[in-house]
């Protein structure tokens, strides 16, 4: 789905596909947190399927903006049991392997829809997978920056936990940030989308 497309139906569609992938995302982060013996995100009630634990508003924003968004920030606890430090970087890298995976997966129900669903309703069905594999992907890619809340956070987490701390107590200004910077990305292209294209190429 082309970023400069945003009729209703494609923001309907963005709206949807960060609610789903950053509610997939979090309780996913939050399981296998659980699984390596940090069992702070369960209390905290993050495994759990239910969007309001893991959807931000500034995620929603930068999703409809530019298809990638992020979870809320996880609290982890790095210096545990089984595997103190490297807890962290282990979540990140399993983030970005199912956001990955995910939005491989997702991708291959599209000529199902096409043959099964029923046809009042399937190109909004196509668009939302579409948009779905496209917001897995833009997650994963968006999600490789070392802030918190992002995935590389994490790593940031691991590398520099002092850096890491000063930036997290501050991750809605971040985040606000962030989305920003997706909403300026979006009216820049939408303001000379043959001159950016020509500069990308």
């Known amino acids: 789905m082309p970023i400069l497309d945003l009729s209703f139906q494609s923001i309907l569609a963005r709206i949807l596909a960060a609610t789903v992938v950053a509610t997939l995302l979090g309780a996913f982060l939050a399981l296998v947190a659980d699984q390596l013996g940090d069992h702070g995100p369960k209390f905290d009630g993050r495994l759990t399927s239910n969007p309001v634990a893991h ?3 500034w995620s929603l924003v930068a999703t409809t903006a530019m298809l ?16 103190p430090a490297a807890r962290p970087i282990i979540v990140a890298l399993c983030g970005e392997a199912a956001l990955i995976a995910f939005g491989l997966g997702i991708g291959q129900l599209s000529p199902v829809i096409a043959a099964y669903w029923p046809q009042s309703s399937s190109a909004f069905a196509l668009t939302l997978v579409r948009t779905l594999r496209e917001a897995s992907f833009g997650f994963a890619l968006l999600n490789l920056l070392p802030l918190p809340p992002l995935l590389g956070g994490y790593i940031l987490q691991y590398l520099a936990p002092s850096a890491f701390d000063s930036i997290a107590r501050r991750s809605g200004l971040t985040s606000l940030v962030i989305a920003e910077g ?3 990305f979006h009216a820049l292209v939408s303001s000379n989308p043959i001159a950016w294209i020509e500069a990308s190429i």
Not at 73 to 81: G, K, N
Request: proline share 5%; net charge negative.
């Open 68 to 83: 990638a968004g992020w979870t809320k920030l996880l609290t982890l606890e790095p210096t545990q049991d089984s595997c």
């Open 55 to 57: 959807t931000s508003l």
């Open 182 to 184: 997706g909403l300026s």
